[in-house]
C-alpha cells in the first residue's frame, strides 16, 4: 500500500507536479505529506488540503492507502 | 445523485431545468416556488478583456461536495429538491459555467436555499478558472468576489 | 414595455426566458449572473384542497406597477434587464402563474432584484386570486404570505 | 365628463357592481367617489383605492375625467 498526494490548478502547474506515491513511512500527517511530495517546501497559508476527499488540517494523521490532495483557494461557480 | 452534474460540453440551463422537471417536479403540485440562478462567463474580469476560460475540479470530490451542500440546504430550508449543473473545459464568454436551482412550497425557501446552494459552491466546491487574456496570456483566478 | 408581460394562456417560463434572451441577452458579454423565480399553482392553500383558480388583474394599472417595480429594481441595483411575466384567468394545479428574471454582471444584485421583483410584486401589482374548492365551493384568496 | 368608478374582484362581486360613472359634482374626493357609487356604505379599512391607475389616499382631490378604482389587497404571484 502506499499514499498519493494529488496537486491541482496553480499547484499543479507551478510545482509541475500532478501526483506523487509515498510510502506510508514517509508522512505521518497531511502537513508531512507536503513536505515530503514537494521536496521540503513550506506550505503556503492559503493552500487547502483534502483527505479522501474531504477537507483536512495539516495535523491531520494519515493512515496507509488515503488519498492527500492539496490545491489553491477554489473559484468556481 | 441525479442532482449533481458535472459536465464537460455545453450547459442550455433552460433545457436542463425543463428536462429535470420532466422526471415528477412538472407535475408536482405541492411546489408553488422555484428559484434558479445561472453562472455565466463575461468578458471583462478584474478590469482586464478574458477571451476564454478553462475550469478544471477534482473529480469525486467536487460532486461529493455538492452533493453535501444540497443535503445542508435540506435541512435548512423546507424544500422539494434541488439541482446543481457545472460545466469544466474550455469556456468562452456568454456561455453558462453553473446552475442551481431549489424548488419548495414556499418562496422565501426556495429564494434562500438557491443562493445558499450558489455561495457554499463557490466557497467548498474544487473548481478552479484559468483565464486567458486579450493579449494571449494566462492567470488562474486567485479568489472569488463576495456574494452577500 | 417587453419586459413586462400579463398573459392569458399557458406560461412556459423556460421557453420564455430563452425567447427573451435570444432578443441580445444571451449574446451579451456582461451577464455574469441570472436569477429566476416562477411561481406554481400549488393544490393547497390554508390547509384546504384547491382545485382550480381564477386571476383577475386591473388591466393597464397592473402593466403600469409591474414597470414601475422593474425601473426601481433598476435604482437600487446595477442591472442588465429584468422581466416579469404573469398569467391571468382559469388556472390549475401545478401551473406556473409568474415568473421574475433579473440579469447582472454580478450574483448579489440578480438575486436580490429577482427577490426584490416578487415581494413588490405581490405587494403592490393588481392581480387577485379567487379558489375553488375540492367540494366546488369559491373563495377569493385575502392576502398573501410573507416572502422575507 | 363624468368621472368613472371601477370595482375589482371580491369587492365588485360583494357590491354587484362593475362600474359606476357619477357626474363631477357628486364627489370631490376619492373617499366621496366610494360614498356615492356605494350608495352611501362606509368604506372598509383594507379597501384600496387608485385614482387614474396609481395607488390614492381616501382624502385626494378628483377632476373631471379622473377614473378612481377600488380593490381588496392584492393576492397576486
Redesign the interface.
Known amino acids: 500500500m502506499s499514499l498519493t498526494v494529488?496537486f491541482?490548478?496553480?499547484l499543479r502547474?507551478r510545482l509541475e507536479r500532478d501526483e506523487v506515491v509515498l510510502a506510508p513511512g514517509d508522512a505521518a500527517t497531511v502537513g508531512e505529506a507536503w513536505a515530503c511530495a514537494t521536496g521540503g517546501e513550506a506550505m503556503p497559508a492559503n493552500v487547502l488540503a483534502?483527505v479522501n476527499?474531504d477537507?483536512a488540517a495539516p495535523d491531520q494523521p494519515l493512515k496507509d492507502g488515503d488519498e492527500v490532495?492539496f490545491?489553491?483557494?477554489?473559484?468556481?461557480? | 445523485m441525479d442532482n449533481v452534474r458535472v459536465i464537460g460540453g455545453a450547459l442550455d440551463p433552460w433545457a436542463e431545468l425543463q428536462r429535470y422537471q420532466a422526471r415528477g417536479l412538472a407535475e408536482h403540485a405541492g411546489v408553488g416556488a422555484t428559484a434558479v440562478f445561472v453562472g455565466s462567463m463575461r468578458d471583462l474580469n478584474e478590469g482586464d478583456a478574458v477571451t476564454a476560460m478553462t475550469l478544471e475540479h477534482y473529480p469525486g470530490m467536487t460532486e461529493k461536495h455538492l452533493a453535501a451542500i444540497i443535503e445542508e440546504a435540506g435541512r435548512r430550508w423546507d424544500l422539494i429538491d434541488c439541482l446543481i449543473v457545472h460545466r469544466v473545459g474550455e469556456i468562452l464568454p456568454t456561455d453558462p459555467i453553473v446552475l442551481t436551482a431549489a424548488w419548495s412550497a414556499h418562496r422565501k425557501d426556495a429564494f434562500e436555499a438557491c443562493r445558499f446552494l450558489m455561495e457554499e459552491l463557490k466557497s467548498r466546491a474544487p473548481f478552479w478558472k484559468k483565464e486567458t487574456l486579450a493579449d494571449g496570456g494566462e492567470r488562474w483566478v486567485e479568489k472569488n468576489t463576495p456574494g452577500y
Open positions: 494529488r491541482f490548478a496553480s502547474e483534502a476527499q477537507y490532495a490545491f489553491p483557494p477554489v473559484t468556481g461557480g
